[in-house]
């Protein structure tokens, strides 16, 4: 996952491992809340660096 490349870690992305871990320990949450986690720990993780390109997310929850 290339989201928000440039962070602290000398340029490097985002990524999936920490996609995953992020959307594991807010599964319980609703999308829109999700969503919102998700765009605040990307915003930390560039440390106020522009934006150079758009963020597309599609969220599913799938109750059983």
Same mark, same amino acid.
């Given at each position: 996952?290339?989201?928000?490349? !440039? !962070?602290?870690? !000398?340029?490097?992305?985002? !990524?999936?491992?920490?996609?995953?871990?992020?959307?594991?320990?807010?599964?319980?949450?609703?999308?829109?809340?999700?969503?919102?986690?998700?765009?605040?720990?990307?915003?930390?993780?560039?440390?106020?660096?522009?934006?150079?390109?758009?963020?597309?997310?599609?969220?599913?929850?799938?109750?059983?």
């Amino acid at each position: 996952l290339g989201s928000r490349c !440039g !962070g602290e870690e !000398g340029g490097s992305c985002f !990524g999936e491992s920490r996609l995953s871990a992020l959307l594991a320990e807010h599964a319980a949450l609703p999308p829109e809340a999700i969503r919102d986690r998700l765009m605040a720990e990307v915003a930390g993780f560039v440390h106020g660096q522009p934006q150079h390109d758009d963020i597309t997310m599609v969220i599913l929850k799938i109750d059983e």
